[in-house]
């Protein structure tokens, strides 16, 4: 039973070295063979984690070091999906730019393999486990691009400052180690609710793992790195960076404040309120300054983090966990929705690029209506998702998160929603320039669009799917709410 309940882990780690392998004989410069088996290995494992979520069940393993509960699996399913949409929109782009080898597509899967290792953990080392292998994998991926000294300068950055979070989030582990007695979540929990710990120990413990997750997060003041790797690395690369890894963040940061830590819940909400605030604030602002689009969608993560991190802020109010649990699923749900819609504004991105040339700048997208009225229609929708216009998703995933907030009916709260409402106002300004920029200017390039069937499709399908799920969220709300509900019940 031990295995079983890491099969689909075991399965992508089997499928990554088995596409190592496969690519050193390989000729065809667009790798068809090792895409074909990426693919169809990750599809494979989205099924599992799609099979073991609707099964709904809850099972501890190895020694209660590895929870397969309703959570991981669902986000481990729109991980794998995500990381599929990845490799459909960047292989021609990785083409162009001598990317697309054996290496993009293995790291790429043992990236994907370290946020699986942490959405099933319950142990502190696997996380720190599954946290390492994803970053390692990443800082490859950034410097994949050897002849490119920008990347190679992000590659850099993103080390060394991945390194020193990664340090914090250790050092702060091992002080609620020494503190409760056990790595395992579930036991730390029992510990603290003793109320028989030294309260300075855990709260210098506390800081720290909040400072670690605050990186993970993109959130402020540990957001510095952000803008510099997605302008500098590859955009094949920034793509993924700027998706998947969400997911692991978000569940570490629930797996360890929320099941592990929710006796020090006053302390760290408050904690996450000022983070809130300020990547709310400053990523709004800064982001409006910007000329560069990745560098844009950078400070826009930064504040969509902030935004989202409001929906772990409410507390159990007299014994009630509602406002608790209506917060989390709030906040599960504003990360799809974001990872989501990031990942079509980003596609877009890699679809005007061409070989010599990267659709980086704003002005890059002038005119692009008449260029490809089809297209600029799509990305206006990822515009007015990120932006919260309805009826796209984006603005029932902002409104879930403000309701989860005011339903506590306390004026902390409210003022709280009123600042976020505000922010966005301040964000929506930079997403309409991008459609003002598309629809109103002389185009600046007379280059076609070229893109393969696949990528046309997907893209047109996952702008379909931000209006959709705008229009009928209920059922995406409703597996999230799952999702948290059963994690909360184990």
């Known amino acids: 039973m031990n295995w079983l309940s890491i099969y689909p882990e075991i399965a992508l780690l089997i499928m990554a070295c088995v596409v190592t392998l496969i690519d050193l004989f390989v000729r ?191 959130a402020v003041p540990f957001h510095m790195w952000v803008p510099d790797v997605y302008d500098g690395a590859p955009t094949p690369v920034t793509l993924l960076i700027g998706c998947a890894p969400e997911f692991a963040a978000f569940a570490i940061t629930f797996r360890l404040l929320v099941e592990g830590m929710s006796g020090l819940a006053v302390d760290w909400q408050q904690m996450l309120i000022v983070v809130s605030i300020g990547s709310m604030a400053l990523g709004n602002i800064a982001a409006i300054a910007q000329t560069n689009i990745k560098r844009m969608l950078a400070y826009s993560a930064i504040a969509h983090m902030g935004f989202m991190l409001l929906g772990f802020t409410p507390t159990v109010i007299e014994g009630n966990t509602y406002s608790a649990a209506n917060g989390y699923s709030s906040a599960l749900f504003y990360v799809v929705v974001y990872v989501f819609t990031t990942l079509g504004a980003f596609a877009t991105i890699l679809l005007l690029s061409r070989r010599g040339f990267e659709a980086d700048q704003i002005d890059d997208f002038k005119g692009l209506a008449r260029r490809s009225p089809w297209f600029a229609g799509v990305m206006s929708l990822f515009m007015f998702s990120l932006a919260g216009v309805p009826p796209t998703v984006g603005f029932y995933a902002k409104l879930a998160v403000l309701q989860s907030i005011v339903t506590t009916n306390q004026p902390g709260y409210i003022a709280l929603a009123v600042f976020a409402v505000l922010m966005s106002l301040v964000g929506a300004f930079y997403y309409i320039r991008i459609v003002k920029v598309m629809y109103f200017d002389e185009p600046a390039d007379s280059a076609p669009i070229v893109a393969g069937t696949d990528v046309r499709a997907l893209l047109s399908l996952n702008g379909a799917a931000i209006v959709l799920f705008g229009i009928l969220p209920g059922g995406l709300m409703a597996l999230c709410t799952q999702a948290i509900v059963r994690a909360l019940a184990t």
């Open 28 to 218: 065809d410069p667009m790798h068809r063979p090792t895409y074909v088996v990426t693919q169809l290995s990750l599809a494979v494992v989205a099924a599992m984690h799609f099979a073991d979520f609707s099964a709904g069940l809850t099972v501890y393993a190895m020694d209660r070091m590895v929870v397969s509960d309703p959570l991981g699996h669902l986000l481990g399913f729109f991980a794998c999906v995500v990381v599929i949409a990845v490799l459909v929109y960047a292989r021609a782009n990785a083409a162009q730019r001598e990317m697309l080898n054996g290496e993009f597509f293995s790291l790429t899967m043992f990236s994907l393999l370290g946020i699986l290792v942490m959405l099933s953990a319950n142990n502190f080392l696997v996380i720190y486990l599954g946290l390492e292998l994803m970053s390692l994998s990443l800082y490859a991926l950034v410097a994949l691009r050897r002849d490119h000294p920008p990347a190679t300068e992000a590659a850099m950055k993103f080390f060394v400052l991945g390194a020193l979070a990664s340090g914090f989030l250790l050092y702060g582990l091992s002080m609620m180690y020494g503190a409760t007695g056990s790595l395992d979540i579930p036991e730390v929990f029992k510990a603290i609710a003793t109320g028989q710990i030294n309260k300075t120990v855990l709260a210098f413990g506390l800081v720290f793992i909040v400072a670690g997750l605050a990186f993970k997060l993109s």
